[in-house]
């Protein structure tokens, strides 16, 4: 199969994707590489990000199946997509015992969420066996390469839940969120290769894992007409920041206090979050919020600890809800000529 056919095949070939797919056969720089882009990438504003259940049959399917969204990611992140990025995270299902044989090779790191104090969480819109992210410079793109691979997929995978994203562009590290504050300011320092080994990267268990990560994403709604109800001094208080010069307060008992790594013994995320804009509700309030997604060499003992001691004080829990949630190992870049996951599932992977 050729690379322009893995997309033509699907149906999906008009508008942005194929423009340009035969202007040379240079794999994409943003694609392959020692680790899977859209973790450490600059962000980009539109983001598409969706979980899947595998429905594949045996091993090999499922091989097929990643081997099928490698060509496949190649392409869209090439010629008229350069620069969009694709990254793939394997669910906990994907280990259980009697399913793919993989059982053995699980990290003990990589497992459900615990349940949360007050949350109550939509199953059927979060988890998955599989979880893609992509993230792209314009909405049309990100949304055409989610919809290239549901179809290139089709026959290994099926869609179980599918989110939608955006941020604004310009300053990207830390744009204003719907709250009307900046989000991302204090996060891991990307700049310092021992923070992303100490926070990031998995360097111990399986070797599948190593150079890979764990992505965590959460659906937060945020409950903005209570918020814009709420006068800006109550709302710096809750957020731990002044909105318009974005100083931090040092109070305790807010948001980015109780989050901060001083507070919870060193720990430290790679925040990418954006927001969702969902209409109305039945009430006719808004519905919008926050896509949560954080990036770790631990969930349990990032994220998860993070979260508990959030749920427990956090001011920011009167508004805002959390819906869904998930949780993936991001295995290490694809070598030229391999696929994602060859590493687990490939020969030489140990099985
Ligand atoms: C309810 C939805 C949330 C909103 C609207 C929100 C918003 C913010 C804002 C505005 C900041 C200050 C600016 C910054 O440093 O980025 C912040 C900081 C932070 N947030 Fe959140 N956040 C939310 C949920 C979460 C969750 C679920 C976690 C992790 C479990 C989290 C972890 C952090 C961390 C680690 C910081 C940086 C703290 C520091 O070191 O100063 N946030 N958040």
């Given at each position: 199969m050729s690379r322009r056919s893995v997309l033509a095949g699907t149906g999906i070939?008009?508008?942005?994707?194929?423009?340009?797919?035969?202007?040379?056969?240079?794999?994409?720089?943003?694609?392959?590489?020692v680790h899977q882009s859209g973790i450490t990438t600059p962000v980009l504003p539109f983001l598409q990000i969706a979980g899947f259940d595998v429905v594949a049959k045996d091993r090999a399917g499922l091989v097929e199946l990643l081997r099928t969204w490698t060509r496949a990611a190649a392409e869209l992140t090439?010629?008229?997509?350069?620069?969009t990025t694709v990254t793939f995270g394997f669910g906990?299902?994907?280990?259980?015992?009697?399913?793919?044989?993989?059982a053995a090779r699980r990290?003990?790191?990589?497992a459900e969420l615990p349940s949360f104090a007050g949350e109550s969480l939509d199953r059927a819109a979060g988890g998955g066996d599989l979880c893609v992210q992509i993230c792209a410079r314009h909405p049309t793109t990100a949304h055409d390469a989610v919809r290239a691979l549901v179809s290139a997929g089709r026959a290994g995978a099926v869609l179980r839940w599918r989110q939608v994203g955006f941020r604004d562009e310009?300053?990207?590290?830390d744009p204003v969120g719907l709250f009307g504050f900046r989000d991302g300011?204090?996060?891991?320092?990307?700049?310092r290769q021992e923070e992303q080994a100490e926070?990031?990267?998995?360097?111990?268990?399986?070797?599948?894992?190593?150079?890979g990560t764990y992505l965590v994403v959460r659906r937060i709604r945020l409950l903005l007409d209570t918020w814009d109800r709420t006068d800006v001094p109550t709302q710096e208080a809750v957020i731990?920041?002044?909105?318009?010069?974005?100083d931090r307060l040092?109070?305790?008992?807010?948001h980015a206090r109780l989050a901060s790594p001083e507070a919870n013994g060193g720990v430290k995320l790679l925040r990418r979050s954006y927001s969702y804009d969902a209409g109305a509700d039945p009430n006719g309030l808004i519905d919008a919020g926050l896509i949560f997604i954080c990036f770790q060499r631990d969930p349990q003992r990032q994220f998860a600890a993070v979260q508990r001691r959030l749920v427990a004080n956090d001011p920011l829990k009167g508004f805002s809800q959390h819906l869904a949630s998930g949780v993936f190992a991001c295995p290490p870049g694809v070598r030229r000529g391999s696929w994602i996951g060859a590493g687990l599932l490939g020969p030489g992977s140990g099985q």
């Open positions: 070939v008009g508008g942005s994707l194929l423009a340009g797919a035969g202007c040379g056969d240079a794999p994409p720089p943003s694609f392959y590489g090439s010629g008229a997509g350069a620069g906990p299902g994907l280990f259980a015992e009697g399913r793919f044989g993989l990290p003990a790191e990589l310009g300053d990207a590290a300011t204090a996060n891991l320092d990307l700049t926070h990031l990267w998995v360097s111990d268990g399986p070797g599948w894992l190593h150079g731990g920041r002044r909105r318009d010069s974005n040092e109070l305790p008992a807010s």
